[in-house]
C-alpha cells in the first residue's frame, strides 16, 4: 500500500532484459547466446528516441527462462515477454509501454516454467 505522502515513482516502468551468459553448450542456453545484449541496446535506444523518459530499460542477470529465448520483465506491472527479434522489442513498446496493453503472443505465462533440477 502506498503512502499519500510518498513521492512519485522516479520511473513510470522498470524494463529488466536479461543478459546472463552461460557456457556455450550449456543445457539450458542462455539470453546473451540468444542476442538479448543486442535487443537490450536497442530497447533503450528506441525508448529515448521515442521520448520514454519515465521508462527505464536495465540488464538483468538470469531471470530463469533461459528456455523461451532473450526474456524481459516489466515492473512494476510484473508482465514477463519472450522477444526474439526488434519487430519483438517494437510490439512491446508500443503497446505495452506507449498504450499501456500487452503483447499477448509475446507474453511468458506460469505454462513457462523452467524444466524440474535434476
Same mark, same amino acid.
Given at each position: 500500500?502506498? /503512502?499519500?505522502? /510518498?513521492?512519485?515513482? @522516479? =520511473?513510470?516502468?522498470?524494463? =529488466?532484459?536479461?543478459?546472463? +551468459?552461460?557456457?556455450?553448450?550449456?543445457? +539450458?542456453?542462455?539470453?546473451?547466446?540468444?542476442?538479448? &545484449?543486442?535487443?537490450?541496446?536497442?530497447? #533503450?535506444?528506441?525508448? #529515448? &528516441?521515442?521520448?520514454?523518459?519515465? %521508462?527505464?530499460?536495465?540488464?538483468?542477470?538470469?531471470? /530463469?527462462?533461459?528456455? =523461451?529465448?532473450? $526474456?524481459?520483465?516489466? @515492473?512494476?506491472?510484473?508482465?514477463? @515477454?519472450? %522477444?526474439? $527479434? +526488434?519487430? /519483438?522489442?517494437?510490439?512491446?513498446? *508500443?503497446?505495452?509501454?506507449?498504450?499501456?496493453?500487452?503483447?499477448?503472443?509475446?507474453?511468458? $505465462?506460469?505454462?513457462? *516454467?523452467?524444466?524440474? #533440477?535434476?
Amino acid at each position: 500500500m502506498t /503512502d499519500p505522502a /510518498d513521492p512519485p515513482p @522516479y =520511473f513510470r516502468a522498470h524494463v =529488466f532484459v536479461c543478459c546472463n +551468459r552461460r557456457p556455450d553448450g550449456h543445457r +539450458r542456453g542462455s539470453c546473451a547466446a540468444a542476442g538479448s &545484449e543486442a535487443l537490450r541496446d536497442y530497447m #533503450k535506444a528506441r525508448a #529515448k &528516441e521515442l521520448g520514454l523518459r519515465d %521508462v527505464r530499460v536495465n540488464m538483468a542477470g538470469c531471470l /530463469d527462462r533461459c528456455e =523461451f529465448g532473450p $526474456t524481459m520483465v516489466i @515492473y512494476p506491472d510484473g508482465v514477463w @515477454y519472450g %522477444v526474439k $527479434t +526488434r519487430e /519483438d522489442v517494437e510490439a512491446v513498446l *508500443q503497446a505495452h509501454l506507449i498504450e499501456g496493453g500487452r503483447v499477448r503472443h509475446l507474453m511468458l $505465462t506460469e505454462a513457462h *516454467q523452467p524444466p524440474a #533440477k535434476t
